[in-house]
T-cell receptor, first 113, second 111 residues
Framework: GAGVSQSPSNKVTEKGKDVELRCDPI?????LYWYRQSLGQGLEFLIYFQGNSAPDKSGLPSDRFSAERTGGSVSTLTIQRTQQEDSAVYLCASSLRPAGELFFGEGSRLTVL | SQELEQSPQSLIVQEGKNLTINCTSS?????LYWYKQKYGEGLIFLMM???GGEEKSHEKITAKLDEKKQQSSLHITASQPSHAGIYLC???????????WGAGTKLIIKP
């Protein structure tokens, strides 16, 4: 597709369940970011992938969060044993190069009941 | 660590009026990005500023970077309903790929 695609757009889950969020970046973009945006807050960095390099996971809030990027393209963010405080919009962005213009997906809105 | 403070947090403006949003950094700004977000959508890149005193315009939106003040301002002239949304500033952070983000300014345009 022409832009960054994220799915699902909305996810409602029960506390304790696992969820997977998917990001399909723009073809050819080597850099991929995951951010979390809570209501009224700025963007919270979660994880960064660049090509085949080891990802920067320094922003993951707990070991319940993990992400992978297969074949340098599609990325999946997994949240295990979800908690209510995990409720937020999870945004994925890709760029052609580090620190360049970021292209964002429309986000996955997660609600944990 | 570097922080970005945006002001105001929210703004209600009569259609047709001008407005300014500010982004102030706790440290020297080397690269400053402005993005716009509409409800339920992702962020859309507006402009990037790198040099002190730099000014860029896109349609009715003008952004300036004042390095001395460690501040950038976003000015909208003759606001329209299409300008409504959340404006976020981001700055080059501790690494060459990680941006520091402001909390955003919510702009509402009254018809």
């Amino acid at each position: 597709g022409a832009g960054v695609s994220q799915s699902p757009s909305n996810k409602v889950t029960e506390k304790g369940k696992d969820v997977e969020l998917r990001c399909d970046p723009i073809s050819g973009h080597t850099a991929l970011y995951w951010y979390r945006q809570s209501l009224g807050q700025g963007l919270e960095f979660l994880i960064y992938f660049q090509g085949n390099s080891a990802p920067d996971k320094s922003g993951l809030p707990s070991d319940r969060f993990s992400a992978e990027r297969t074949g340098g393209s599609v990325s999946t963010l997994t949240i295990q044993r979800t908690q209510q405080e995990d409720s937020a919009v999870y945004l994925c962005a890709s760029s052609l190069r580090p620190a360049g213009e970021l292209f964002f997906g429309e986000g996955s809105r997660l609600t944990v009941l | 660590s570097q922080e970005l403070e945006q002001s105001p947090q929210s703004l209600i403006v009569q259609e047709g009026k001008n407005l300014t949003i500010n982004c102030t950094s706790s440290k020297t700004l080397y690269g400053l990005y402005w993005y716009k977000q509409k409800y339920g959508e992702g962020l859309i890149f507006l402009m990037m500023l790198q040099k002190g005193g730099e000014e860029k315009s896109h349609e009715k939106i003008t952004a300036k970077l004042d390095e001395k003040k460690q501040q950038s301002s976003l000015h909208i002239t003759a606001s329209q309903p299409s300008h409504a949304g959340i404006y976020l500033c981001g700055a080059d952070g501790r690494s060459n790929y990680q941006l520091i983000w402001g909390a955003g300014t919510k702009l509402i345009i009254k018809p």
